[in-house]
């Protein structure tokens, strides 16, 4: 039985004088944070590093893969910020009362019916022929949606489920079973 497990991981703090913006890099309490995941994590057998092309994420992933000296990273659009949102003949699937807000969600951000997420579900929950352990460097809406894919939950139900700075979510894939959320959120090593 082949097992793929996927570390989700937000990245660390933003520098605040940034203004969130995509080239904004991490704080100093950000590579803090980020160092303390790598210690947390150099015992685990990674396949690879994939991160988001964000400037924040990037640097979260270098300093992660200090501790991960033999694990290859790269950039990967798959865990690209966005955010899903539903298009015109999908918004009766979400409450009334979130649609507001993501009428909002700027256009490079926007991911019409998550098409973009689902690709990356069905990208990384696969399972192969060895079990397999990848590290993903993303942020929270993505984290959000991975969990709420494993759940089973509503297509809206990746809002409120919100991931610390450099926090650990797990999900995992077993060839025989339904995918399984085995941690949410750990902020053990922080």
């Known amino acids: 039985m082949a097992r793929t497990k996927l570390y989700l991981v937000r990245h660390?703090?933003?520098?605040?004088?940034?203004?969130?913006?995509?080239?904004?890099?991490?704080?100093?309490?950000?590579?803090?944070?980020?160092?303390?995941?790598g210690r947390r994590l150099r015992t685990v057998p990674f396949s690879a590093i994939h991160h988001s092309p964000v400037t924040r994420a990037a640097q979260t992933a270098?300093?992660?893969?200090?501790?991960?000296?033999?694990?290859?990273r790269h950039a990967c659009d798959f865990v690209a910020d966005r955010t899903p949102v539903p298009s015109i003949s999908?918004?009766?699937?979400?409450?009334?009362?979130?649609?507001?807000?993501?009428?909002?969600?700027?256009?490079?951000?926007?991911?019409e019916d998550a098409v973009a997420l689902r690709a990356a579900?069905?990208?990384?929950?696969?399972?192969?022929?060895?079990?397999?352990?990848?590290l993903l460097i993303t942020h929270n809406f993505?984290?959000?949606?991975?969990?709420?894919?494993?759940?089973?939950?509503?297509?809206?139900?990746w809002m409120g489920l919100n991931q610390g700075n450099c926090a650990i979510t797990v999900v995992q894939w077993d060839s025989d079973r339904p995918p399984t959320l085995v941690s949410f959120n750990d902020t053990g090593h922080l």
């Open 12 to 37: 660390g703090e933003q520098d605040q004088t940034s203004d969130h913006a995509s080239a904004g890099g991490l704080s100093p309490l950000g590579r803090e944070q980020a160092d303390q995941l």
């Open 62 to 72: 270098d300093i992660v893969g200090g501790h991960l000296a033999q694990v290859p």
């Open 90 to 111: 999908q918004r009766g699937r979400y409450p009334d009362r979130l649609l507001s807000w993501l009428d909002g969600v700027p256009t490079d951000e926007r991911d």
């Open 121 to 134: 579900v069905e990208h990384f929950g696969v399972t192969g022929e060895q079990d397999r352990n990848e």
């Open 142 to 157: 993505v984290i959000g949606w991975f969990v709420r894919h494993v759940l089973d939950a509503p297509e809206w139900r």
